[in-house]
T-cell receptor, first 114, second 108 residues
Framework: NAGVTQTPKFQVLKTGQSMTLQCAQD?????MSWYRQDPGMGLRLIHY???????DQGEVPNGYNVSRSTTEDFPLRLLSAAPSQTSVYFC?????????????FGPGTRLTVT | RKEVEQDPGPFNVPEGATVAFNCTYS??????FFWYRQDCRKEPKLLMS???SGNEDGRFTAQLNRASQYISLLIRDSKLSDSATYLC?????????FGAGTRLTVKP
Protein backbone atom coordinates (compact mmCIF):
# COMPACT_ATOMS: atom_id res chain seq x y z
CA ASN A 1 0.00 0.00 0.00
CA ALA A 2 1.21 3.49 -0.83
CA GLY A 3 -0.82 4.93 2.05
CA VAL A 4 -1.62 8.63 1.61
CA THR A 5 0.04 10.37 -1.31
CA GLN A 6 0.16 14.08 -2.05
CA THR A 7 1.25 16.06 -5.08
CA PRO A 8 3.04 18.31 -5.64
CA LYS A 9 5.70 18.24 -2.91
CA PHE A 10 6.61 21.90 -3.48
CA GLN A 11 4.78 24.76 -5.18
CA VAL A 12 5.35 28.47 -5.62
CA LEU A 13 2.37 30.62 -6.61
CA LYS A 14 1.88 34.28 -7.28
CA THR A 15 -0.84 36.15 -5.41
CA GLY A 16 -4.18 35.63 -7.12
CA GLN A 17 -3.31 32.38 -8.85
CA SER A 18 -5.37 29.26 -8.22
CA MET A 19 -4.27 25.68 -7.93
CA THR A 20 -5.30 22.24 -6.70
CA LEU A 21 -3.38 20.15 -4.22
CA GLN A 22 -3.93 16.48 -4.88
CA CYS A 23 -4.43 13.81 -2.21
CA ALA A 24 -5.13 10.12 -2.64
CA GLN A 25 -5.27 7.13 -0.30
CA ASP A 26 -5.42 3.42 -1.05
CA UNK A 27 -6.55 2.17 2.35
CA UNK A 28 -10.29 2.47 1.63
CA UNK A 29 -10.69 4.98 4.47
CA UNK A 30 -13.96 6.88 4.59
CA UNK A 31 -12.63 9.84 6.55
CA MET A 32 -10.19 12.26 4.90
CA SER A 33 -9.03 15.71 5.92
CA TRP A 34 -6.76 18.60 5.06
CA TYR A 35 -4.57 20.49 7.53
CA ARG A 36 -2.19 23.37 7.31
CA GLN A 37 0.85 23.68 9.56
CA ASP A 38 2.40 27.03 10.37
CA PRO A 39 5.30 27.72 12.75
CA GLY A 40 4.13 27.97 16.36
CA MET A 41 0.50 27.21 15.42
CA GLY A 42 0.22 23.45 15.26
CA LEU A 43 -1.83 21.73 12.58
CA ARG A 44 -5.18 23.36 11.84
CA LEU A 45 -8.05 21.58 10.15
CA ILE A 46 -9.17 23.17 6.86
CA HIS A 47 -11.85 20.79 5.53
CA TYR A 48 -12.80 17.19 6.06
CA UNK A 49 -14.94 14.50 4.49
CA UNK A 50 -16.67 11.53 6.11
CA UNK A 51 -17.29 9.79 2.80
CA UNK A 52 -17.73 10.28 -0.93
CA UNK A 53 -20.03 13.20 -1.64
CA UNK A 54 -19.85 14.60 1.91
CA UNK A 55 -17.57 17.45 2.98
CA ASP A 56 -17.56 19.89 5.87
CA GLN A 57 -15.58 22.85 7.09
CA GLY A 58 -12.91 22.71 9.73
CA GLU A 59 -11.29 25.43 11.76
CA VAL A 60 -9.80 27.52 8.91
CA PRO A 61 -11.81 26.91 5.69
CA ASN A 62 -11.75 30.39 4.13
CA GLY A 63 -10.01 30.55 0.76
CA TYR A 64 -10.17 26.80 0.19
CA ASN A 65 -12.63 24.44 -1.52
CA VAL A 66 -12.82 20.66 -1.47
CA SER A 67 -14.81 17.93 -3.15
CA ARG A 68 -14.98 14.17 -2.64
CA SER A 69 -16.19 12.34 -5.71
CA THR A 70 -14.49 9.04 -4.84
CA THR A 71 -13.37 7.34 -1.64
CA GLU A 72 -9.75 7.52 -2.76
CA ASP A 73 -9.33 11.19 -3.74
CA PHE A 74 -9.75 14.42 -1.81
CA PRO A 75 -8.32 17.44 -3.66
CA LEU A 76 -7.92 20.87 -2.05
CA ARG A 77 -8.42 23.92 -4.23
CA LEU A 78 -6.97 27.35 -3.52
CA LEU A 79 -9.28 29.78 -5.22
CA SER A 80 -7.12 32.93 -5.27
CA ALA A 81 -3.80 32.44 -3.50
CA ALA A 82 -2.72 34.94 -0.85
CA PRO A 83 0.62 35.24 1.00
CA SER A 84 -1.22 34.20 4.20
CA GLN A 85 -1.72 30.78 2.60
CA THR A 86 2.02 30.13 2.58
CA SER A 87 2.20 26.97 4.67
CA VAL A 88 2.79 23.25 4.71
CA TYR A 89 -0.36 21.33 3.79
CA PHE A 90 -1.01 17.80 5.01
CA CYS A 91 -3.72 15.46 3.84
CA UNK A 92 -4.79 12.67 6.19
CA UNK A 93 -7.09 9.68 6.25
CA UNK A 94 -8.62 7.68 9.06
CA UNK A 95 -10.55 4.43 9.07
CA UNK A 96 -12.75 5.29 12.03
CA UNK A 97 -13.62 8.96 11.76
CA UNK A 98 -11.75 12.15 12.55
CA UNK A 99 -11.67 11.89 16.30
CA UNK A 100 -11.05 8.19 16.63
CA UNK A 101 -8.22 5.90 15.71
CA UNK A 102 -5.05 6.73 13.91
CA UNK A 103 -4.72 9.55 11.39
CA UNK A 104 -2.44 8.60 8.49
CA PHE A 105 -0.79 11.66 7.00
CA GLY A 106 0.62 12.23 3.56
CA PRO A 107 4.16 13.64 3.17
CA GLY A 108 2.93 17.21 2.79
CA THR A 109 2.97 19.98 0.19
CA ARG A 110 5.11 23.03 0.88
CA LEU A 111 3.38 26.04 -0.66
CA THR A 112 4.85 29.51 -0.99
CA VAL A 113 2.70 32.40 -2.21
CA THR A 114 4.61 35.49 -3.31
CA ARG B 1 -6.16 31.13 24.56
CA LYS B 2 -5.21 28.17 22.36
CA GLU B 3 -7.38 25.06 22.70
CA VAL B 4 -4.35 22.82 23.15
CA GLU B 5 -1.23 24.23 24.76
CA GLN B 6 2.21 22.70 24.97
CA ASP B 7 5.57 23.92 26.18
CA PRO B 8 7.41 24.47 22.87
CA GLY B 9 10.79 23.60 24.37
CA PRO B 10 13.29 22.85 23.07
CA PHE B 11 14.19 20.16 25.54
CA ASN B 12 17.83 19.17 25.19
CA VAL B 13 18.65 16.02 27.16
CA PRO B 14 21.50 13.50 27.23
CA GLU B 15 21.03 9.92 26.11
CA GLY B 16 19.54 7.82 28.89
CA ALA B 17 17.69 10.71 30.50
CA THR B 18 14.04 10.70 31.47
CA VAL B 19 12.00 13.57 30.04
CA ALA B 20 8.37 14.57 30.51
CA PHE B 21 6.12 16.70 28.33
CA ASN B 22 2.88 18.29 29.40
CA CYS B 23 -0.17 19.42 27.49
CA THR B 24 -3.33 21.23 28.62
CA TYR B 25 -6.61 21.50 26.75
CA SER B 26 -9.54 23.86 27.16
CA UNK B 27 -12.56 21.86 25.92
CA UNK B 28 -13.83 19.81 28.85
CA UNK B 29 -16.00 17.75 26.48
CA UNK B 30 -12.96 16.43 24.60
CA UNK B 31 -13.28 12.73 23.93
CA UNK B 32 -10.03 11.22 22.68
CA PHE B 33 -6.41 12.02 23.27
CA PHE B 34 -3.22 11.15 21.42
CA TRP B 35 0.48 11.86 21.17
CA TYR B 36 1.93 12.15 17.67
CA ARG B 37 5.58 12.36 16.73
CA GLN B 38 6.84 14.57 13.89
CA ASP B 39 10.38 14.37 12.56
CA CYS B 40 11.90 17.43 10.92
CA ARG B 41 10.16 18.25 7.62
CA LYS B 42 8.12 15.04 7.78
CA GLU B 43 4.50 14.19 8.40
CA PRO B 44 3.15 13.47 11.91
CA LYS B 45 2.84 9.84 12.93
CA LEU B 46 0.86 8.34 15.79
CA LEU B 47 3.01 7.60 18.83
CA MET B 48 0.29 6.43 21.20
CA SER B 49 -3.26 6.96 22.35
CA UNK B 50 -3.84 8.27 25.87
CA UNK B 51 -6.34 6.61 28.20
CA UNK B 52 -7.72 7.77 31.53
CA SER B 53 -6.13 4.82 33.29
CA GLY B 54 -2.73 5.70 31.86
CA ASN B 55 -0.92 3.53 29.38
CA GLU B 56 2.59 2.44 28.59
CA ASP B 57 4.33 1.41 25.38
CA GLY B 58 7.90 0.35 26.04
CA ARG B 59 9.81 3.41 27.22
CA PHE B 60 6.83 5.70 26.72
CA THR B 61 4.11 6.36 29.30
CA ALA B 62 1.07 8.56 28.72
CA GLN B 63 -1.27 9.92 31.37
CA LEU B 64 -4.59 11.75 31.19
CA ASN B 65 -6.14 13.82 33.95
CA ARG B 66 -9.64 14.82 32.83
CA ALA B 67 -10.37 16.84 35.98
CA SER B 68 -7.35 19.06 35.37
CA GLN B 69 -7.61 18.81 31.54
CA TYR B 70 -4.02 17.76 31.37
CA ILE B 71 -2.10 15.14 29.37
CA SER B 72 1.48 14.03 29.84
CA LEU B 73 4.08 11.96 28.03
CA LEU B 74 7.06 10.44 29.82
CA ILE B 75 10.03 9.08 27.90
CA ARG B 76 12.47 6.93 29.84
CA ASP B 77 16.02 6.02 28.80
CA SER B 78 16.03 8.54 25.93
CA LYS B 79 17.62 7.47 22.65
CA LEU B 80 19.14 9.62 19.94
CA SER B 81 16.31 8.42 17.72
CA ASP B 82 13.75 10.00 20.06
CA SER B 83 14.79 13.45 18.79
CA ALA B 84 11.64 14.88 17.21
CA THR B 85 8.71 17.18 17.88
CA TYR B 86 5.92 15.66 19.98
CA LEU B 87 2.38 16.82 19.24
CA CYS B 88 -0.47 16.61 21.72
CA UNK B 89 -3.83 15.93 20.03
CA UNK B 90 -7.31 16.32 21.52
CA UNK B 91 -10.51 15.44 19.70
CA UNK B 92 -14.23 16.12 19.91
CA UNK B 93 -16.34 14.33 17.32
CA UNK B 94 -14.63 14.83 13.97
CA UNK B 95 -12.69 17.82 15.24
CA UNK B 96 -9.03 17.11 16.01
CA UNK B 97 -7.05 19.91 17.65
CA PHE B 98 -3.27 19.80 17.64
CA GLY B 99 -0.88 21.48 19.99
CA ALA B 100 2.01 23.38 18.42
CA GLY B 101 4.40 20.66 19.59
CA THR B 102 7.31 20.22 21.98
CA ARG B 103 10.71 19.82 20.40
CA LEU B 104 13.07 17.24 21.91
CA THR B 105 16.76 16.85 21.11
CA VAL B 106 18.61 13.90 22.64
CA LYS B 107 22.38 14.40 22.65
CA PRO B 108 25.14 11.77 22.90
Amino acid sequence: NAGVTQTPKFQVLKTGQSMTLQCAQDMNHEYMSWYRQDPGMGLRLIHYSVGAGITDQGEVPNGYNVSRSTTEDFPLRLLSAAPSQTSVYFCASNAQGGGLGEQYFGPGTRLTVT
Amino acid sequence: RKEVEQDPGPFNVPEGATVAFNCTYSNSASQSFFWYRQDCRKEPKLLMSVYSSGNEDGRFTAQLNRASQYISLLIRDSKLSDSATYLCVVTYGNDMRFGAGTRLTVKP
